[in-house]
């Protein structure tokens, strides 16, 4: 293993992970995160010359449905009307972002 990251380093992750992690566990993970780091790493040895960018490979393009209009026998104005807390057009309803 040529790079091992530090105390600081690991205790940097677990707070960006939002983990806690004990201060016994901190050399268990420094190890074990220097040990996948260097294994990533191997894919820097990998000849890649001539090959194309791949994002996808189901081979499948577009695959879109076209957009159908159903009327189920009601107005949007119609169906507002049904509910309790309505407001310009618009349901209203308990706020969810604090």
Same mark, same amino acid.
């Given at each position: 293993m040529s790079q091992t $990251? @530090?105390?600081d380093e690991v $205790?940097?992750?677990?707070k960006l992970a939002k983990l806690e992690i004990a201060d016994d566990e901190i050399d268990?993970?420094?190890? #074990? +995160? %220097? #040990?996948?780091?260097?294994? *990533?790493?191997?894919?820097?040895k990998v000849d @890649?010359? =001539? +090959? %194309? !960018?791949?994002?996808? *490979? @189901? =081979? $499948?393009n577009n695959v879109f449905r076209e957009d159908k209009v159903l009327y189920y026998g009601y @107005? !949007?104005? #119609? $169906? +507002?009307?049904t509910l309790n807390n309505v407001q310009d057009s618009y349901v209203k309803v308990k706020r969810v972002i604090e």
């Open positions: $990251l @530090t105390r $205790l940097k992750i677990a268990v993970y420094i190890n #074990e +995160l %220097s #040990e996948i780091i260097e294994y *990533v790493k191997q894919l820097d @890649t010359e =001539g +090959l %194309s !960018p791949t994002n996808q *490979v @189901t =081979g $499948l @107005t !949007p104005e #119609e $169906l +507002l009307k």
